[in-house]
Nanobody, 115 residues
Framework: QVQLVESGGGLVQPGGSLRLSCAASGSIFSINTMGWYRQAPGKQRELVALMQSGRSPNYADSVKGRFTISRDNAKNTVTLQMNTLKPEDTAVYYC?????????WGQGTQVTVSS
């Protein structure tokens, strides 16, 4: 079993920055994909960014150039640096880890972009 714990959400003004972190613990395989998804009120959950072990990251078009995902495989953490935030980035952000025989989600952290 794998546990994911997110941190770093909050309230920020448009144009501001936030950094989300996700720490994974438990039975983690060396080959996996970790990423961030978000769900705004009344909308479906959508991919924000993900990173497979040893490969380049993938981003949603809406965040390219503003968000950066990074991993620390030794610590089993994934981080999402969010810059130039917009009101439409407001959502609950979820960390996800996918590996052989497992698909795990964190509990989510709220990000609100508002003046």
């Amino acid at each position: 079993q794998v546990q994911l714990v997110e941190s770093g959400g909050g309230l920020v003004q448009p144009g501001g920055s936030l950094r989300l972190s996700c720490a994974a613990s438990g039975s983690i395989f060396s080959i996996n994909t970790m990423g961030w998804y978000r769900q705004a009120p009344g909308k479906q959950r959508e991919l924000v960014a993900l990173m497979q072990s040893g490969r380049s990251p993938n981003y949603a078009d809406s965040v390219k150039g503003r968000f950066t995902i990074s991993r620390d495989n030794a610590k089993n953490t994934v981080t999402l640096q969010m810059n130039t935030l917009k009101p439409e980035d407001t959502a609950v952000y979820y960390c996800r880890l996918v590996q052989l025989r497992g698909d795990f989600w964190g509990q989510g952290t709220q990000v609100t972009v508002s003046s």
